[in-house]
């Protein structure tokens, strides 16, 4: 059962731009922090961004601060990312995961359920 779905993802020349969505249809997303992190092959998994429950909050990454903005719109229970001047370092798989039940704020966040991820190419 996926308890969240990416998509947006796809290939795409550098300084283009690409607004991944992640959705759930089991529960509702403002009832938690929702982050994006990103994983190349043979890197680090990093949290790219993250959104508090009401939308009020946002936490990026020195590597895409400026670039990338995260959003979310309620009355269709999904979280954006508009990644805009994307360049080749930016490839990798994006997912998305939500907070513990009540965990509000990125800040006390552990993030529990996890999409299966959309892949971002950038062609130098």
């Known amino acids: 059962h996926l308890w969240l779905v990416e998509s947006g993802g796809g290939l795409v020349q550098s300084g283009g731009s690409l607004k991944l969505s992640c959705t759930a249809s089991e529960f509702i997303l403002d009832y938690y922090a929702i982050a994006w992190f990103r994983q190349a092959p043979g890197k680090e998994r990093e949290e790219v961004p993250c959104i508090s429950s009401d939308g009020g909050s946002m936490n990026y990454a020195d590597s895409v601060k400026g670039r990338f903005t995260v959003s979310r719109d309620s009355a269709k229970n999904t979280v954006f990312l508009q990644m805009n001047g994307l360049e080749p370092e930016d490839t990798a798989v994006y997912s998305c995961?939500?907070?513990?039940?009540?965990?509000?704020?990125?800040?006390?966040?552990?993030?529990?359920?996890w999409g299966q991820g959309t892949q971002v190419t950038v062609a130098s």
């Open positions: 995961a939500k907070s513990r039940f009540g965990q509000r704020l990125c800040e006390d966040a552990q993030f529990v359920t």
